[in-house]
């Protein structure tokens, strides 16, 4: 079953500009946790936030975490053609920290 | 140090078939995850190895699926009388351990595909 949803399905922005992806859950969760997959390449783990935490930053990334609206939003600043890849939250929820339920994901694309 | 790796990086068989999936998850780590992932989704939960034992196995699909890791290392994953529906990447992930949501890091994946 899905439990977290990004928001948008895509996004096409120039080199420089920031992107903004957001993700949806249903349930409480114990953790979120932003991935990178880049075209016939593996998941790279970016940040992981906990329920008790409200941002964290990462270089150029920038997550908040809103429990109240069961949302997240990933934000990545000046970007680069090397950013385009499609961008998975996951939830841990439940009894389990450890189970990861990943939404559909984003497909950025950033224009040289 | 070196990532999660998985081998064979794709392998093709035949429907019926037997096959066999290996992951080799970060020294140290001692949990170990299937994913698996169909094209235009995220990758779903499969298993969950502490150690030795599967903690959680809820995601496997059916009986045809399973996955031991003996020596609380490496991991295999193996699919019986493969389906052309069993057709996907599966993806190996480790961490520090299971509790305490750490990170989870995951390997390049295994294509598979079923003929």
């Known amino acids: 079953s899905q439990q977290g949803e990004e928001d948008p399905q895509a996004l096409s922005i120039q080199e420089g500009e920031n992107a903004t992806m957001n993700c ?15 075209s016939g390449r593996g998941l790279v783990h970016l940040i992981l936030i906990r329920s008790n935490e409200r941002e964290k930053h990462s270089g150029r990334l920038r997550v908040t975490l809103d429990t109240s609206k069961k ?19 996951a939830t841990a929820s439940g009894g389990s920290n450890y189970k990861l339920t990943f939404g559909k994901g984003t497909l950025l694309t950033v224009n040289p | 140090g070196a990532g999660v790796s998985q081998t064979p990086s794709n392998k093709v068989t035949e429907k019926g078939k037997y096959v066999e999936l290996r992951c080799d998850p970060i020294s140290g780590h ?18 969950y190895f502490q150690g030795t034992g599967a903690a959680d ?38 961490s520090l351990t299971g509790t305490g949501g750490y990170e989870q890091y995951f390997g390049p994946g295994t294509r598979l595909t079923v003929t």
């Open chain 1, 24 to 38: 949806s859950y249903k349930t409480s969760i114990n953790n979120l946790q932003w991935y990178r997959q880049n």
């Open chain 2, 30 to 47: 001692t949990a170990l995850y299937w994913y698996r992932q169909s094209l235009g989704q995220g990758p779903e939960f499969l298993i």
């Open chain 1, 71 to 89: 949302s997240s939003s990933l934000l990545i600043t000046a970007s680069r053609a090397a950013d385009t890849a499609s961008y998975f939250c």
């Open chain 2, 57 to 94: 196995d809820s995601g496997l699909p059916n009986d045809r699926f399973f996955a031991v890791r003996p020596e609380g290392s490496v991991s295999t994953l193996k699919i019986q009388r493969t389906e052309r529906g069993d057709s996907a990447v599966y993806l190996c992930a480790s």
